[in-house]
């Protein structure tokens, strides 16, 4: 009586409807293992407008999969979905290291693994081949993180203010660049985040993604589809500024605000779509394939399959079970990593910070509310400091946070210097074996920056939980570490500025950068954490 039960038992779960509720059922496992990423993923497509296209990009990754589903054979045998369990491994590993360090970012592309790992469980290697481009095509909607943004954002900036420029200019235009910053006359445009393009560039690339992906012809062409989308964005976004400089330099600054300034990015950007159609036309007749413009992106027609054929059979594979234990485990680890806290190690407030050192004197300055709302800093201090017998200047400037999780970072100053018109003319790094802090020889970046006539000297580094760092990125990965390993991710930037005569010698300035740090790091030390709590000065 006991083995007919089992076998009706066994019977009972092999029935598709069984099957399907299964498979269900692990479909929402999964999305309540990734649930704080994914609501932060939501959270952003909502508010920046950059990423509102990413509601689209799950809805097409699927229909694309639907349409090809009768290409699709479900997994018999175990060893046919050991692939698949092997990705979805990777991936849940993956989410947890994300989870410990707090890197949403992190987690998110671990959701994107774990679906494409339950996917190949589900369908096999052969399976994969079919789904591989919808499943990739899933990047698209996860959120590039925030330094990455800025520095694309800032570089986007003064290329395109300096195309636009030279756009008005071929218009008999006199206009002045200074840096995101077009002079016109009694009017000044200012480039701002909004207008470097990236609104454009993320939806007209999972655009060309797709246009790519549906288009008949060799790879290259397929290639140059896709890569084309940035020097679009770019090039039409330049076209955008420049038509506003005119309109502005003619009938004043109220062409460049308000309804008007939004609808010339909708057409910018239609044009942008405009502009690809037409590369794969000419593309198409490069091929000698003579195609109507409105068949370049057909669905093709095999992708539905043979109406006659049987739909996909839905077998059951004992593989399931196992990749529900894996996420039951996750969600469970998951659970306890959210009530995790950053130890914040105790330091001094830089409101208690010396105006006197050695013989420099000092004097404190402030930023605005807007640069502190964009910083998103713990505590600050800028002070200026000279030396009264030989009149020379120093700025001193650190910036400390308390916590780096949830997209709130030190920011580069090399991204910054820019857009306030200043040219990094020079840049590399500089070692003072002679001067040591927090217990490791010091060694940072030093850029010379050029604004018309004027000449300034820039120290700056990263001081990170005991590190002396000078790489932003090499500071993004020991921040990963340190979350991991230390439950940390304090720290701070650090910069010198100093101001360099017309006539005089850059070695001068160095000099008087290195008599500064050697008055100011024995006491800058008891105002940032070291690697331990314990090492900390008072």
């Keep these: 009586m006991n083995l007919l039960s089992q076998d009706n038992s066994l019977n009972q779960l092999r029935k598709p409807t069984a099957i399907l509720s299964i498979w269900i059922f692990a479909l929402l496992l999964l999305g309540l293992t990734f649930k704080s990423c994914l609501s932060d993923m939501v959270t952003i497509w909502i508010n920046v407008e950059e990423y509102s296209h990413g509601f689209f990009i799950p809805v097409i990754s699927v229909y694309f999969l639907w349409l090809r589903r009768r290409q699709l054979n479900f997994v018999e045998q175990f060893k046919g979905s050991l692939p698949g369990l092997i990705i979805v491994i990777v991936g849940l590993i993956l989410f947890v290291l994300g989870g410990l360090a707090t890197l949403k970012i992190v987690e998110q592309y671990a959701f994107i693994i774990t679906v494409t790992g339950m996917f190949t469980v589900a369908f096999g290697l052969p399976g994969l081949r079919i789904g591989a481009i919808p499943l990739l095509f899933l990047v698209f909607m996860v959120p590039f993180p925030s330094f990455i943004m800025n520095n694309l954002s800032s570089k986007l900036q ?30 000044k445009l200012q ?70 300034h939004d609808f010339e990015g909708w057409i910018i950007f239609l044009i942008c779509m405009g502009l690809l159609f037409i590369e794969m036309w000419l593309f198409s007749r490069l091929s000698g394939r003579k195609v109507a413009f409105n068949e370049l992106v057909l669905i093709p027609g095999e992708w539905s399959g043979d109406p006659k054929l049987p739909s996909t059979e839905i077998v059951f594979n004992k593989s399931i079970f196992l990749l529900l234990l894996m996420f039951c485990g996750t969600t469970i680890a998951s659970s306890y990593i959210q009530g995790r806290e950053d130890i914040i190690p105790t330091r001094k407030a830089f409101l208690s910070f010396p105006l006197h050192l050695g013989k420099w004197q000092g004097r404190n300055e402030y930023m605005d509310q807007y640069f502190l709302n964009e910083l998103k800093l713990t505590d600050y201090v800028i002070i200026n400091y000279t030396q009264p017998e030989s009149g020379s200047n120093t700025n001193f400037y650190s910036a400390y946070y308390q916590s780096q999780r949830e997209g709130v970072s030190v920011h580069s100053p090399k991204g910054c210097l820019p857009g306030d018109g200043w040219q990094i003319t020079q840049f590399g790094q500089r070692d003072f074996p002679d001067i040591k802090l927090q217990g490791n020889s010091l060694k940072l970046n030093r850029a010379i920056i050029e604004k018309g006539d004027s000449r300034q000297l820039v120290y700056y580094w990263f001081q990170q939980r005991g590190r002396t760092i000078t790489n932003e990125y090499l500071v993004k990965w020991y921040l990963f570490y340190d979350a991991i390993t230390m439950n940390r991710t304090d720290g701070s930037l650090i910069r010198l500025v100093t101001n360099v005569g017309t006539a005089e010698d850059m070695e001068i300035a160095d000099q008087r950068l290195k008599s500064f740090l050697r008055d100011l790091i024995p006491v800058v030390q008891t105002y940032i954490p070291g690697k331990t709590v314990s090492e900390q000065i008072y």
């Excluded at 012809?217 to 506003?244: D, E, H, Y």
């Design 158 to 187: 003064l290329i395109s203010s300096w195309l636009g420029v030279e756009f008005i200019r071929s218009c008999n235009i006199m206009v002045y660049l200074e840096g995101n910053v077009i002079a016109l006359g009694g009017y």
């Design 191 to 260: 480039v701002v985040d909004a207008c470097s393009g990236l609104r454009y560039l993320f939806p007209l690339a999972s655009l060309s993604f797709l246009c790519a992906y549906l288009f008949r012809g060799p790879f290259w062409q397929k290639a140059l589809i896709f890569l084309s989308s940035a020097p679009l964005t770019i090039f039409m976004n330049s076209f955008r500024i420049g038509v506003i400089g005119v309109l502005v330099h003619n009938w004043g600054t109220e062409m460049a605000e308000g309804f008007l």
